[in-house]
């Protein structure tokens, strides 16, 4: 029988996996309360190089089955299968959960036409693959006697399966995959229509499009599961790199190099080194600061009529750069972030702030603008955008992302029935002054008191982020505090922010949350605390933190629930 279609093998188990995590792998257990939990002791410099269990660890993350990003899987295709190939790749959508689309990854529950979607990105990219010869010479070892050639056929599915599903497959594997060669080979009268079918069904395999982190049980009665090397690797090199491993750290995986965080924390150095890591962490940090809705907020052409598309993309072009610059090219202190007294502006980042433009062309360091307490991202006009409304600023959004996103404290949505209305500017002027009057309201001022203060200090500077000094005619007010600690203005927010433990311990778990797609277990969190020390330590270099956290136990253990 002709085969006039692409084998549907690979969309059965893509199903059959779907329907698993979603019935088993849905949630995360209790969440640990995690507003004061850091000690900052720095006792080490190193989380431990043993995996000796820890009497303060409690349950760890069950094991589950993650679907990769979007971008993971792109990049994975490119890796396999080169540029053009990459360029067809067709993945779904990624969902955001509890603020990381890592988490959602884990979480997912694929329906019907995801599955069929990720047939048809499997069958484009196995077209173009076969297109382009040299995209498979380095899985093809022999020459075809003929164009259903069993043995070259089981070969390149030995090769080609052992990158695409970082494993190496087991024999009935290679007979079954190679066997579909056959098949089509034979059909089509063509040994490359062998490898296309070959491709097609790998690629929409869960085993390609999930990354496993099962485990194996361990004898040292902490109750948790020992990922794998191989596992190790794809969980480090989809962290660090956003794409799956290369087959040199694969090999070294099976040479039992992954096995304990000695040989992570030497593998994890050597990954932050590629350029590759730079760009998963640029991607990260736009995920983070909320960056990417810059391309889809609206602004009121009347009260901003200077905003435009790309008006927006330089704003998010300087805030990645000034990130760079601290962690990749400087390896600095990452609180430098916070209240870095420098920018990069490039002609239309320069008009809007209002200050002169170096030149020559592109982005430029310049010292922030004078007299306006600007410093650190704060005083970007992307974090200001991003945290505003269409047509003012929001003192709660903005205190609210502080208070969310770099101290990791959970503020609670507004209870049922409660008026979220301001009162009009013919009560009161200032956007301070109606959210004054607001909490006189008892059900609001609780969280507003959270929330609001920080965003008072930010008040200067308008919903795009240009400094003012007038709102809706009247003057601002802008002196304010965060826990009790006077500040004004964004510079002095920074700077409030760098001194607190509370910064460094939320960087770690936002990280940590990332890496691993779940929010952090109260178990976990005694070996979270080993790497928030060691990033202290470490005169808080992220790339340290990077290579600990890899290294830690939370990040090579699950636990035991299947």
Known sequence: MVITVMPRVGSTLLLATALLVATSCGGDGDAADTFSTFSGSGTGSDTEDTDDTNPEDGEFAEPRLRILLGRQYVNAVGDLLGPAAAAVASP??????????AIGAAQISLTDADIDAYERSA??????ATANPASLSAYLSCTPTQPADLECLRSFVGSFGFMAWRRPLDEAELGRWAEVGVTAATDFGSFDKGLEFIIAGM???PNFVYQVEVGTPTDDGSGQRKLSGLEVATRMSLFLLDTTPSRALLEAAQAGELDDAAGVRSWAQQLISDPRSRAAFDNYFEEVLHLRTLAEIAKDPGTYPGWSPYLADSMKVETIALIDDVVWIEDGDFRDILDAEHTFVNQALADHYGVAYPGPSGFVRVPVPPGEKRGGIFGHAALLSVLAHV?????????KFVQERMLCFSIPPPPPGVVTDLPSTEQAKTMRERLALHQE??????????????????ENYDGVGIYRTLDNGAPIDAASDID?????GALELGQALREREQFSWCSVLNLYRHATGHVELAGELARLQDVADAFVDADHRLKAALVE??????????GEQL
Do not use: K, W
């Not at 009790?484 to 004004?488: A, I, L, V, Y």
């Open 92 to 101: 779904r959508a990624d969902v955001t959960l509890n603020g990381f689309d």
């Open 123 to 128: 069958v484009a990219i196995a077209a173009v």
């Open 203 to 205: 690629l929409q395999s």
């Open 391 to 399: 047509s003012s600023t929001s003192p709660t959004v903005r205190g």
């Open 441 to 458: 309201e008892p059900l609001c001022a609780s969280c507003h008191n959270i929330m609001d203060p920080i965003g008072f200090g930010l």
């Open 484 to 488: 009790g600690e006077p500040f004004e």
């Open 549 to 558: 956290l890899v290294a830690s136990r939370a990040f090579r253990y699950v």
